[in-house]
Each structure stands twice: as C-alpha cells, then as structure tokens.
C-alpha cells in the first residue's frame, strides 16, 4: 500500500498523464497511468506537478522591515544600504526571527521549500547570524535554509569585518559570502575575492558572493571570482550573485570572461526584480536594463538561476515570495519569450537553483524526496503566464499547504451566469 498516488498530472518537462508514486517520504515511481493503492490518491485533472521552487538568493535578516525606520525615498542601492545602517542598532533578535519565520510561511505557501539567505555579519555581535540560526532550526522541519556569511559593509573596509565574518562560520554559518565592489577599491575587491575564496578553500565551503552589482563596465571581479575559483580548484563550488556589470561591458571582454566562467564552472544568480528597479540608476536615456547576460551565460553550459533577492525591505518594498513572479520578470528582461527560453526560465527557479544549493534529492524521479508542488496550470509556461495558483504543496510525502483553484464567477448582462477559470480555459496546453 503506497502512502501517496498523484495521477493525470503533467510534469514541467511536457510529460502527460503521469503518474507519481510516494513510499516513506521518497518518490517510488514515476509513470503513465499508474493503478496501485494508496492512503490518498489525489487526481491532478492534467495540471502540472513541479519539483519545489528554489531560492538561491535572498536576506531573510532584512526582509519585511519595509518603512523601518523610514522608507528609501531614492529608491537606490546606495540609500538601501545606508537605511539597512539605520535599521541594524535597532534590531533584535525576536524581531528577526519572527519577521524571518513569516516569510517562511509565505514560501511553503508558494511551494517554495529551499533558500538560501546572505546574513550581514559586518556588526561584531553577530546577532542578525544568531537569529538566522535560530530561525534555520525552527523552520528546519519544513523548510530547508542554507545561510551565506554576507559582509554587507565590505570585509577589508569594515574593521574587524574578516574576524567577524568567520566567527559567523564557527557558529555553523553554511557558505562563504563576499561584495568586492563594495571594497574601498579595484585592489581591495580582488584582495577580499583572494581572500574569501582561500578562507572556502580551507573550510570546504561553498562561496557565493554578491559580485559587480553596478553599471560599471570597466569593473573586473568576476574575472577575479573566476581566477581564484580556478587557481584553488573549487570547480563547480563557487557562485557570482547579480554579475550586473555584465550587461555594460564591452562585448570583446565578455566573450574572454564567459569562457573563463565556464573553465571554472562558476554558477550565477540573477535577481531579475532588483536588477531591473536598482540598476541604471545613473542613466537618462536609454537606460540599460542591468540584468547579467542570462541567455549567453546558459549557452555557455552555466548553471544559471534567478533569485527573489528582496521582500519589503530597505532595497525593495513589493514581493511575496512568488518564484513565478521571480521567473516572469527574469523572462521579460531577458527576452527569453521561445518556448525553450520559457522552459529555461522556470528551470531557474526550479531544478538551477537546486542544483546551486546542491540539493540534488530534488526532482519528479524515483528515488528523489517527494517534494513538489501541484500548479493550476498545465505547462511550465502557463504557470509563468499566470504566476499560477499553488493547489498543493509536499514535502517528503507530507501535505504542507492548500490553496482553493482560483476561480471567477460572471454575471453578464444578456448572457447566462457563469464560473470558470477565464485566463486559463482558453489556452488549452500551449
Ligand atoms: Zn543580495
């Protein structure tokens, strides 16, 4: 007697009619038209089952602390910083848990069961890190949280910041995190790369750091990321986050860096709803975009997600937790409207930034964690179309969350009164 039954699903890969067993939290068997019995079948009337969504980046220490102390009037990266240093003396400890353990709900609630999270550990009490770390075992149950030790404030131009940062990694923080454009100069950013990398290195930790989040076209620490990551064989474990400065670059160069990126299998996050709101600030127009080469990057063979990055917080004041929303608008600025260029944009909310986090026991196969999300939609691209409802969301074989069919019911003048679901009926399973 298995413990769960999905059938009629369709899978993000166009696969229909599927048929998902579950056994003790693992997936048993995937197949068309599956008939055995179970505790609970559920018929998923041809809508797509997705492995969880992903974030691979984002700063639950800062999220929903939107209007504190003030809001950003500018709207910049730079005055983001600046109100996070007014926020940070007012912090506490149960703020912060409590602010990050609501997020939490709105993430299962969206079918979203990773993230990883940057925690500043620029201030020497480390309390933003300690409170994470609570968090991270609170939510541990439902909830899987990688944590990055972020120096928000520059690890070489914040005293003492490279002394905080690895006590941050003593007390159980996960990955090695970085911002050398944030260092006082060119050198000091690639002394902080060298540095961190080397710190990953002797650690066995993964790195990912924050990496030419500008407009500046002429900034050269992915080269560094990339050198380093090559020079201290940490393939495949080290990640740039944003890569912004990609987009201004001269194209000759870029076509030098891209090889260089893929000869030491550097991962790369985009966070497409900040890029677009916080880059080219300094430009009239046209304004450029700001958003990393995403395309060329996945041609390259690199593994490339998108992240939320930020929730009502000092940098920005929309979000929910949506991936799909995430998704939609890496898709527009990227201008990946082919079907493969879809496909691609949900697979980096979904299975890229699973595979960043190396959570490799994500996937409808046999032998992966039972985790995943039933969508009211029938293909990966519908549910980008529609930022579509979570009908359900499993983890380990476990129901988490519910959330009815959206639904509307018309009341035409002339016309019989009638309730469908009007954006998706029309769409058969394009
Ligand atoms: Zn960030």
Redesign the pocket.
Same mark, same amino acid.
């Given at each position: 007697m298995l413990d769960l039954l999905i059938t009629h699903a369709t899978l993000a890969d166009g696969r229909r009619d599927m048929s998902i067993a579950v056994q003790d939290g693992k997936i048993a068997e995937v197949a068309p038209g599956l008939d055995a019995s179970a505790h609970e079948t559920v018929d998923a009337q041809g809508q797509l089952l997705s492995a969880p969504f992903v974030d691979a /980046?984002f /700063?639950l220490d800062a999220t929903l602390s939107y209007g504190l102390p003030r809001v950003n009037a500018s709207g910049t990266l730079l005055e983001g910083i600046a109100l996070w240093g007014e926020l940070k003396p007012l912090l506490t400890a149960e703020a912060l848990i409590e602010r990050a353990l609501a997020y939490g709900d709105w993430a299962v609630s969206q079918g979203l069961l990773a993230i990883r999270t /940057?925690v500043d550990t620029s201030d020497p009490s480390l309390l933003p890190v300690e409170a994470l770390l609570e968090a991270r075992r609170l939510m541990a149950p439902y909830l899987d949280l990688q944590i990055v030790a972020f120096p928000q404030d520059g690890v070489l131009r914040t005293p003492g910041g490279l002394d905080s940062l690895t006590r941050a990694l003593d007390l159980g923080v996960d990955v090695v995190g970085g911002i050398p454009h944030f260092e006082r100069s060119q050198a000091q950013g690639a002394e902080s790369v060298r540095l961190l990398c080397e710190l990953a290195a002797q650690r066995g930790l993964p790195v990912d750091m /924050?990496c030419d989040e500008s407009d500046d076209p002429l900034s050269r620490h992915v080269e560094t990321l990339a050198f380093e990551t090559q020079r201290l064989g940490l393939h495949g474990r080290v990640t740039g986050?944003h890569l912004t400065s990609m987009h201004s670059m001269d194209n000759y160069y870029v076509s030098k860096l891209i090889a260089l990126m893929a000869e030491s299998r550097l991962n790369v996050i985009a966070?497409p709803l900040i890029n677009i709101t916080l880059q080219g600030r300094h430009d009239t127009y046209p304004k450029r975009r700001g958003m990393t080469r995403v395309p060329e990057l996945m041609a390259a063979g690199l593994t490339v997600a998108f992240g939320q990055?930020c929730v009502m917080d000092p940098w920005y004041s929309l979000g929910s937790g949506d991936m799909l929303d995430v998704a939609h608008m890496g898709l527009h600025v990227a201008q990946m409207t082919s079907q493969e260029g879809m496909r691609q944009c949900f697979e980096a909310v979904t299975s890229h930034p699973a595979h960043i986090m190396g959570l490799d026991r994500f996937g409808i196969a046999p032998g992966k964690e039972a985790s995943f999300v039933l969508l009211q939609a029938r293909s990966a691209a519908e549910a980008l179309r529609l930022r579509a409802t979570r009908l359900r969301v499993y983890r380990r074989g476990r129901l988490l969350a519910q959330t009815p069919a959206s639904t509307t019911r018309l009341d035409l003048p002339g016309r019989p009164a009638e309730t469908s679901r009007i954006a998706q009926d029309r769409t058969g399973a394009l």
């Open positions: /980046h /700063h /940057h /924050h986050s966070n990055d």
